[in-house]
């Protein structure tokens, strides 16, 4: 792949940091009808914040995560719509956990897949959540849970040697990384994979999605000259994995799929400011070895 100029050297995107939020299309706002009936059902059975409440609830943390961090994520409000259950192999990692296993949300905002995942039955004391910036706070006001919710945060890049993310090499048996490599060009998205695969070991997962393109290939970051970034499909996706494990020594099986932004459940016009093509590529990738 055609190395582009290093990106890596800046861990969150210059458009994330303070944003008028009149002046991007990446901020909707009403994302009402974004609050899909599993979340509702979420936030009303595990929360215990009533349906009527709950469309004021969610606008006043979105604005909130909004001043901290201007992602497209947040401002289309496409976190409200469950990912990682949506993953084939959520059944099989929802088990792995009921049973003991560590897991690890790289990227995790406010901890909404945790949640989900502790709703689901899983235990909350091995739930990892990492992220640069401290949306943490939010997800407790958010999900009302913390006297109740026992997994660790970690505020750090994973990029970098913090010791705590340090404490967790080689440890985790299920990796959750969703729009976040998509932020890099090729070479440093190899960077990051080899990063993330230091915290696994044989037998680990790694999982998650980020926008795609039905094309892989390299795009011009809008608003930050001289920053490309790559998009992948099945097959390249497949190769930086590979790529990766040579690297560092591990071998890994990977499934793909492609999604439209209707097949997410969000709607037609959540892609309508990207390049043609553009789509969401779901993973999961098995350590063999």
Not at 41 to 53: A, G, M, V
Not at 105 to 134: K, Q
Not at 182 to 211: C, M, Y
Not at 266 to 276: H, R
Request: with cysteine.
């Amino acid at each position: 792949m055609a190395s582009e100029q290093s990106s890596t050297s800046y861990s969150e995107p210059q458009y994330a940091k303070a944003q008028d939020r009149l002046k991007v299309p990446f901020y909707t706002p009403d994302i009402a009808s974004r609050l899909v009936p599993e979340t509702q059902e979420l936030l009303e059975k595990y929360s215990n914040i009533p349906r009527d409440q709950q469309v004021e609830h969610v606008h006043l943390i979105r604005d909130k995560a909004w001043d901290i961090r201007a992602y497209p994520c947040i401002g289309l409000g496409v976190w409200l719509t469950p990912q990682l259950c949506r993953l084939p192999a959520y059944p099989e990692i929802l088990s792995r956990l009921k049973g003991g296993a560590t897991f690890m949300d790289v990227g995790t905002f406010i901890g909404h897949d945790l949640r989900r995942l502790v709703y689901d039955g899983a235990p909350s004391e091995n739930l990892f959540g990492v992220d640069i910036v401290n949306h943490f706070d939010l997800g407790y006001e958010f999900f009302r849970d913390r006297d109740r919710f026992q997994g660790t945060f970690i505020q750090a890049d994973f990029l970098s040697s913090s010791p705590e993310l340090v404490a967790l090499k080689g440890k985790i048996d299920i990796v959750l990384v969703s729009q976040l490599l998509h932020q890099w060009n090729w070479d440093d998205q190899v960077k990051a994979l080899e990063t993330l695969i230091g915290f696994t070991r044989p037998g680990s997962a790694i999982v998650g999605n980020q926008i795609g393109n039905e094309t892989a290939q390299t795009i011009p970051v809008p608003r930050q000259p001289g920053i490309k970034i790559w998009r992948h499909n099945i097959e390249s996706l497949d190769k930086m994995f590979q790529q990766a494990g040579e690297a560092t020594g591990s071998k890994w099986e990977t499934q793909a799929w492609l999604r439209s932004s209707v097949e997410m459940g969000w709607d037609d016009k959540a892609f309508s400011w990207m390049e043609p093509g553009v789509c969401i590529i779901e993973f999961v990738a098995n350590r063999v070895s």
